[in-house]
């Protein structure tokens, strides 16, 4: 059983930066791809970004390229969120994921997901 703990989410003014940790336990996490999704109020889940567990394969929504970056310290497992030039709609809650399915996007294929940390973007 993997279990997840997000941090770093808080309040930022638009085109500040956050980081975010998700540390992982419980598990062999090199074995599992990684991923970040989110979700604002009134929406569905949205996939985010995702790293594989051997960190050489990376997947981000269109939405998030150029701005997000996702990475990983097998050797502290866990995984990092750096969000750059955040933007009023990405606020949402961001929750990390792991899957031992490669570079998925569909958060079906997430079998051990965190409680989330909020993000809040101010205009």
């Known amino acids: 059983q993997v279990q997840l703990v997000e941090s770093g989410g808080g309040l930022v003014q638009a085109g500040g930066s956050l980081r975010l940790s998700c540390a992982a336990s419980?598990?062999?996490?090199?074995?599992?791809?990684m991923g970040w999704f989110r979700q604002a109020p009134g929406k569905e889940r949205e996939f985010v970004a995702a790293?594989?567990?051997?960190?050489?394969?990376?997947y981000y929504a269109h939405f998030v390229k150029g701005r997000f970056t996702i990475s990983r310290d097998n050797a502290k497992n866990t995984v990092y969120l750096q969000m750059n030039s955040l933007k009023p709609e990405d606020t949402a809650v961001y929750y990390c994921?792991?899957?031992?399915?490669?570079?998925?996007?569909?958060?079906?294929?997430?079998?051990?997901w965190g409680q989330g940390t909020q993000v809040t973007v101010s205009s």
């Open positions: 994921a792991a899957t031992t399915t490669r570079g998925s996007s569909r958060s079906d294929e997430y079998d051990y």
């Open positions: 419980g598990g062999t996490f090199r074995n599992y791809c």
């Open positions: 790293k594989s567990w051997s960190g050489g394969s990376t």
